[in-house]
């Protein structure tokens, strides 16, 4: 019962390097999406997706990209890493409705030197 | 647009005595509201959801929240805090406003300490 799994746990980068964060689920979700916490700010939306091939962009979009060629699996690229993405990421998914709780992973502790 | 205020950013209970988390939202359409429990260095769990039926909601762990949609608010309330419930909480609204898929507008955040 894995429900929502990301890697790495945790990762540090160099600023301009490239990374991808991987984030899978098993229940068959149509909706996924991924968030930043950072502190004082609570989660802000990064991408979300609401099926396999459909992708739209959250609040905070910039600098990241995401694509979705599965159901279980929506990861996240940095193409160019910056100190501002320093944060802790974390991948939801839930069914496509709105009043669906979100299952969320452990998440990505992400630092950028 | 929808939005959601938590009041506090901190509260800090003795552990036996009742905890109260406050939560104003702001939203054009009758809104889906959630909360959230965060435990250090762990991802968000679901504690309750208001969806429109009754308007005292009650979680897991003892917790519930009541809908007040005259006051906008859905606050979350515990009678009696134990020692596990250090946490941080998150009040979250379901953003309808691009359609069915469910965007979520998280709070701030609450962080609450229990002293023993």
């Known amino acids: 019962n894995a429900g929502v799994t990301q890697t790495p746990k945790f990762q540090v980068l160099k600023t301009g390097q490239s990374m991808t964060l991987q984030c899978a689920q098993d229940?068959?979700?149509?909706?996924m999406s991924w968030y930043r916490q950072d502190p004082g700010m609570g989660l802000r939306l990064i991408h979300y997706?609401?099926?396999?091939?459909?992708?739209d962009q959250g609040e905070v979009p910039n600098g990241y990209n995401v694509s979705r060629s599965t159901t279980e699996d929506f990861p996240l690229r940095l193409l160019s890493a910056a100190p501002s993405q320093t944060s802790v990421y974390f991948c939801?998914?839930?069914?496509?409705?709105?009043?669906?709780?979100?299952?969320f992973g452990d998440g990505t502790r992400l630092s950028i030197l | 647009a929808q939005s959601v205020t938590q009041l506090d950013s901190h509260v800090s209970v003795s552990e036996g005595t009742p905890v109260l988390l406050r939560c104003n939202y702001s939203?054009?359409?009758?809104?889906?509201l959630f909360w959230y429990v965060q435990h250090p260095n762990k991802g968000l769990q679901l504690l309750l959801k208001?969806?429109?039926?009754?308007?005292l909601v009650k979680g897991i762990n003892g917790f519930e929240a009541e809908f007040k949609k005259s006051e906008t608010s859905f606050h979350l309330t515990k009678p009696s805090a134990h020692m596990s419930d250090a946490a941080e909480y998150f009040c979250?609204?379901?953003?309808?406003?691009?359609?069915?898929?469910?965007?979520?507008?998280f709070g701030k955040g609450t962080k609450l300490s229990v002293k023993p």
């Open positions: 229940m068959n979700h149509e909706y």
């Open positions: 997706s609401v099926g396999a091939g459909i992708t």
């Open positions: 979250v609204v379901s953003d309808r406003d691009g359609g069915s898929q469910g965007n979520l507008i």
């Open positions: 939801a998914s839930s069914r496509a409705d709105y009043n669906q709780p979100q299952h």
């Open positions: 208001y969806t429109s039926a009754a308007t």
């Open positions: 939203s054009s359409y009758s809104p889906s």
